[in-house]
T-cell receptor, first 110, second 113 residues
Framework: SQTIHQWPATLVQPVGSPLSLECTVE??????LYWYRQAAGRGLQLLFY??????ISSEVPQNLSASRPQDRQFILSSKKLLLSDSGFYLC?????????FGSGTRLTVV | AQTVTQSQPEMSVQEAETVTLSCTYD???????LFWYKQPPSRQMILVIR??????QNATENRFSVNFQKAAKSFSLKISDSQLGDTAMYFC??????????FGTGTRLKVLA
């Protein structure tokens, strides 16, 4: 069966510090991978998606970036965090018939 | 722009009663799926039900069913025999181009004992 792992679960980082969130998928090959952000009490905003190794599509211009160094690994990064980067970050993999989400990372930038 | 609208920010329902959550969408895709996801307080996103747009028959999954009106681009979720464990945020999702989906702003449902 397919599983998705996302870590860390919570993170408190100072403004200006770097960020690295990691997501890995097991039990499937060549998955479509996604990073979403959810602000408090809000819907999900698509940040990045990837349909193959090294292929990244950006939906929202900002100081975040994504990479896919391996088929089933998706990384969200930032060189310098802003206060506005605080939120709940969700990784997902999926096909046309639906997504499976990771358990999320709660990021607080202080 | 392709959009998903959930016009009910919050709803409540008595335990064992039935509730309907509304969703309208706008997509230029021809063959697509629509989804309802549940996000309980744990914040884990859980797929509740999906509808294939080329199927006229409304999808059902145990106590959950949809009312899909393709021409009106409406996709509502009906929860029958509501249970306390149904308390959660519910998100509707629609395709936004190839490979990706956009989500509505959610409806917070509270089931009352």
């Amino acid at each position: 069966s397919q599983t998705i792992h996302q870590w860390p679960a919570t993170l408190v980082q100072p403004v200006g510090s770097p960020l690295s969130l990691e997501c890995t998928v097991e039990g499937t090959s060549n998955p479509n991978l996604y990073w979403y952000r959810q602000a408090a009490g809000r819907g999900l905003q698509l940040l990045f998606y990837s349909v193959g190794i090294g292929q990244i599509s950006s939906e929202v211009p900002q100081n975040l970036s994504a990479s896919r160094p391996q088929d089933r690994q998706f990384i969200l990064s930032s060189k310098k965090l802003l206060l506005s980067d605080s939120g709940f970050y969700l990784c997902a993999w999926g096909r046309d018939y639906g997504y499976t989400f990771g358990s999320g990372t709660r990021l607080t930038v202080v | 722009a392709q959009t998903v609208t959930q016009s009910q920010p919050e709803m409540s329902v008595q335990e064992a009663e039935t509730v309907t959550l509304s969703c309208t969408y706008d997509t230029s895709e021809n063959n697509y799926y629509l989804f309802w996801y549940k996000q309980p307080p744990s914040r884990q996103m859980i797929l509740v039900i999906r509808q294939e747009a080329y199927k006229q028959q409304n999808a059902t999954e145990n106590r959950f069913s949809v009312n899909f009106q393709k021409a009106a681009k409406s996709f509502s979720l009906k929860i029958s025999d509501s249970q306390l464990g149904d308390t959660a945020m519910y998100f509707c999702a629609s395709p936004s181009g190839t490979y990706k989906y956009i989500f509505g702003t959610g409806t917070r449902l509270k089931v009352l004992a």
